[in-house]
């Protein structure tokens, strides 16, 4: 079992700048892709970013379009922890963010929850106009 504890969410002003943690239990983090979602109220959940690593100092990472150029998702493998770095935010980015695993990684990174095997609990993000 894996557990995923998202923190770092709060209420910021359009354009500016929120940074997203999740930590995880386990020993085998770096061999999961780990994902970011989001759920607004009344919308269903969308996929954000992924990171998967393979071994040496390449990541891959995978960007919904309505935030590429805007965040970034990067890992620390050392702390087991991977984070969201959100810039020039939105109101249309308030949402609920989650984190997620995927623990059969190997290679492709998926936008679809349905390929994640773990989940946090959630930290809500607003973004006033």
């Known amino acids: 079992q894996v557990q995923l504890v998202e923190s770092g969410g709060g209420l910021v002003q359009a354009g500016g700048s929120l940074r997203l943690s999740c930590a995880a239990s386990?020993?085998?983090?770096?061999?999961?892709?780990m994902g970011w979602f989001r759920q607004a109220p009344g919308k269903e959940r969308e996929f954000v970013a992924a990171?998967?690593?393979?071994?040496?100092?390449?990541?891959?990472?995978y960007y919904a379009d309505s935030v590429k150029g805007r965040f970034t998702i990067f890992r620390d493998n050392a702390k087991n922890t991977v984070y969201l770095q959100m810039n020039s935010l939105k109101p249309e980015d308030t949402a609920v963010y989650y984190c997620?695993?995927?623990?059969?990684?190997?290679?492709?990174?998926?936008?679809?929850?349905?390929?994640?095997?773990?989940w946090g609990q959630g930290t809500q993000v607003t973004v006033s106009s």
């Open positions: 990171i998967g690593w393979t071994g040496g100092s390449i990541y891959y990472t």
């Open positions: 997620a695993a995927d623990e059969d990684y190997s290679g492709t990174l998926y936008s679809s929850g349905a390929r994640y095997d773990y």
């Open positions: 386990g020993r085998t983090f770096s061999r999961y892709a």
